[in-house]
């Protein structure tokens, strides 16, 4: 089974402008999750989606969201871009048959605010 | 609020053992996950306690205490390749996860 995916796995922006970032969940799980990992920091929750509904919701500016599609893909904008918007952008998916807990992490979207 | 605190790092030597401690306050509990992340890389997942005692999963075991709000990793044999950060992350009432930190552990040989 194919695992999550994440693109594009590297972006550089500059400062006001807005990025999209991608997810596709492993096959069958229907909840993604959204983190921002920053060099020394924990991860920090973004949002959660669940059949196309946000589930839950971190303490993040309203300049970042996201949405689900029909077939679980997930996406995330930040719109007006911030040089301590730099960071590591990590999705997770869950909800397997047996496992719904355990949140299964894509390689990352490793975002450069210049 | 809630809290998860483990240490921020940890130095053992390759072939040794090596506990992880993880202690959390959080509204409700639905279960404790430790996972390993590799620099530069995304974290994997590594066990899921949600009741007491230990679980053992080849040369890593955790266990789980509710009642202390206390958890542990522990390594066994360790490798160079071990050298990564442990991040504990507890569900809590909403079943959303809680994530600590993470612990830096260097192996050295």
């Known amino acids: 089974k194919a695992g999550v995916t994440q693109t594009p796995r590297y972006l550089i922006k500059t400062r006001g402008q807005q990025v999209t970032l991608s997810c596709s969940p492993i096959?069958?799980?229907?909840?993604v999750s959204w983190y921002q990992q920053t060099p020394g920091q924990g991860l920090q929750f973004l949002f959660e989606?669940?059949?196309?509904?946000?589930?839950n919701k971190g303490n993040f500016p309203g300049r970042f969201s996201g949405r689900q599609f029909s077939n679980s893909r997930s996406e995330m904008n930040v719109s007006t871009l911030e040089l301590g918007d730099s960071a590591l952008y990590l999705c997770?998916?869950?909800?397997?048959?047996?496992?719904?807990?355990?949140?299964?992490f894509g390689p990352g979207t490793r975002l450069l605010v210049l | 609020g809630q809290n998860i605190d483990q240490p921020t790092e940890m130095t053992a030597t390759e072939g040794a053992i090596v506990q992880i401690n993880c202690t959390y306050q959080?509204?409700?509990?639905?279960?404790l996950f430790w996972y390993q992340q590799h620099a530069g890389e995304a974290p994997t997942f590594l066990s899921y306690?949600?009741l007491d005692g230990l679980e053992e999963k080849g040369r890593f075991s955790s266990f789980l205490s509710r009642s202390k709000g206390y958890s542990y990793l522990l390594l066994k044999e360790l490798q160079m390749k071990d050298s990564a950060s442990y991040l504990c992350?507890?569900?809590?009432?909403?079943?959303?996860?809680?994530w600590g930190a993470g612990t830096k552990l260097i192996i050295k040989p």
């Open positions: 096959s069958g799980h229907r909840s």
């Open positions: 959080t509204s409700g509990f639905n279960g």
């Open positions: 997770a998916s869950s909800g397997g048959q047996g496992d719904l807990e355990t949140q299964y």
């Open positions: 989606y669940f059949s196309e509904t946000q589930r």
């Open positions: 306690n949600v």
């Open positions: 992350a507890v569900m809590d009432s909403n079943y959303q996860l809680i």
